[in-house]
């Protein structure tokens, strides 16, 4: 079966220092990836999403990035953080009826 | 406007049924889904519904499909207080493309 992995579970980094995110998939080949970030518990807010290695779509422009340097790897990075970049972070790949599934997310509190 | 609309809140009470209500705005897409997002946690897919289909029941969950109206509904039999969640719409409109989501519904489940 197929799993989605994303850490680390919490994060607490100062304002300027650096981010890297990385979410895995087992189970599955050449799946769609796709980061989020949800503020508050509430909406998601779709911020990359890669159809196969090297392809990255970037929905909107900020102050992160995306890569995706094997087949089932996904990261998200950022040179400098902004206290704007507070927010859980979610990872999903997306399966034969385009629905997506979900990893556990990522807590990030920017100081 | 947005693209797929929910209530933010529902209260019920425990035993009784829910229905989260959504509307959406592109009449091609394919398919329409649920899921469920407990406190701290990733998006967990309850079910998802063909366009060409009216509705749709997986043990306490029923969904019902409007197309002409492009209305979504999710009805929640004999709720507990387990089902206390926020409840995400979402649609796909086409393909690989990703899916959109709705802000979401947080229902309260009083004992």
């Known amino acids: 079966s197929q799993t989605i992995h994303q850490w680390p579970a919490t994060l607490v980094q100062p304002v300027g220092s650096p981010l890297s995110l990385e979410c895995t998939v087992e189970?599955?080949?050449?799946?769609?990836l796709y980061w989020y970030r949800q503020a508050a518990g509430r909406g998601l807010q779709l911020l990359f999403y890669?159809?196969?290695?090297?392809?990255i779509s970037s929905e909107v422009p900020q102050n992160l990035s995306a890569s995706r340097p094997q087949d089932r790897q996904f990261i998200l990075s950022s040179k400098k953080l902004l206290l704007s970049d507070s927010g859980f972070y979610l990872c999903a790949w997306s399966g034969v009826y385009n629905e997506q599934f979900f990893g556990p997310g990522t807590r990030l509190t920017v100081l | 406007g947005e693209d797929v609309e929910q209530s933010l809140f529902l209260s019920v009470r425990e035993g009784d049924s829910s229905v989260i209500n959504c509307t959406y705005t592109?009449?091609?897409?394919?398919?329409l889904y649920w899921y469920k997002q407990e406190p701290g946690a990733g998006l967990q897919l309850l079910t998802y519904?063909?366009?060409?289909?009216d509705m749709k029941q997986d043990q306490r969950l029923t969904v019902l499909l409007n197309k002409k109206d492009k209305h979504l509904s999710l009805r929640i039999a004999d709720t507990q207080t387990g089902d206390s969640a926020i409840y995400f719409c979402?649609?796909?409109?086409?393909?690989?493309?990703?899916?959109?989501f709705g802000k979401g519904t947080r229902l309260s489940v009083i004992a």
């Open positions: 519904i063909f366009s060409n289909m």
């Open positions: 979402a649609e796909s409109k086409s393909g690989n493309t990703p899916l959109v």
């Open positions: 592109d009449s091609s897409s394919t398919y």
């Open positions: 189970g599955t080949s050449n799946p769609n």
């Open positions: 890669s159809v196969g290695i090297g392809q």
